[in-house]
């Protein structure tokens, strides 16, 4: 079974400059997350998506980060204009149904802002 | 507020000598704490969920155990291969997830 798939794996750019994250969840996987790591920490839930709807996206900056999930299938999460702080892992995680079934998490997208 | 605490930051250890990693929470409602591996460059990988006090889950050296306010992640007998950061997060009565920061755990050879 294929795992869940992020592209890029990593991303350097320059601050007020945008970036996009690519993911592509376990097929029949529902539901799917973002996450933000940030170095030495944990992952910060940023969106949850339940097929192609918003469910939770309370810890998304929605002045700049945004993210749509078209078809219930792959997701994209965009930075716009990105800021030094936004430096982290974007980490996508699938999972069967919502929060009682096991995360699956793909490898992350490193994200470096100078 | 609710919050997840992990103990210790790091740990090292020899090859074979037994240990705990501790997740303290304060969260209204309890909906199931999850412990996971992460190792570098990757994303966490699974390895327990537990839902209510006294409950307790094995996967080979590793056993995780609840209370109404903290886990624990015994590691029985480690071998170099364990090392990795190991995380701990819980759900809430409103679904949310919390992480903590997680252990990174070293195993010398």
């Known amino acids: 079974e294929a795992g869940v798939a992020q592209s890029p794996r990593y991303k350097i750019i320059e601050k007020r400059q945008s970036v996009a994250f690519w993911c592509n969840p376990i097929s029949g996987h529902a539901t799917l997350y973002w996450y933000q790591q940030i170095l030495g920490q944990g992952p910060k839930l940023l969106i949850q998506?339940?097929?192609?709807?918003?469910?939770?996206d309370s810890q998304l900056p929605k002045d700049r980060f945004s993210a749509e999930r078209l078809k219930g299938v792959d997701s994209t999460l965009k930075i716009q204009p990105a800021k030094l702080e936004d430096s982290a892992v974007y980490l996508c995680?699938?999972?069967?149904?919502?929060?009682?079934?096991?995360?699956?998490f793909g490898a992350g997208t490193r994200l470096s802002v100078l | 507020e609710d919050q997840v605490t992990q103990s210790p930051e790091a740990l090292r250890l020899q090859e074979g000598e037994s240990s705990s990693l501790n997740c303290s929470y304060t969260v209204s409602g309890l909906r199931g704490l999850f412990w996971y591996r992460q190792d570098p460059g990757k994303g966490p990988e699974f390895l327990f969920t537990l839902y209510s006090a006294g409950e307790e889950k094995e996967k080979e050296r590793l056993k995780a155990t609840l209370t109404k306010k903290e886990s624990f992640l015994h590691i029985t007998a480690p071998k170099p291969e364990d090392s990795a950061t190991y995380l701990c997060a819980v759900r809430a009565r409103d679904d949310k997830i919390i992480f903590g920061k997680g252990t990174r755990l070293h195993i010398l050879p």
């Open positions: 998506f339940q097929n192609n709807g918003v469910v939770d």
């Open positions: 995680a699938s999972s069967l149904a919502q929060w009682k079934n096991i995360q699956y």
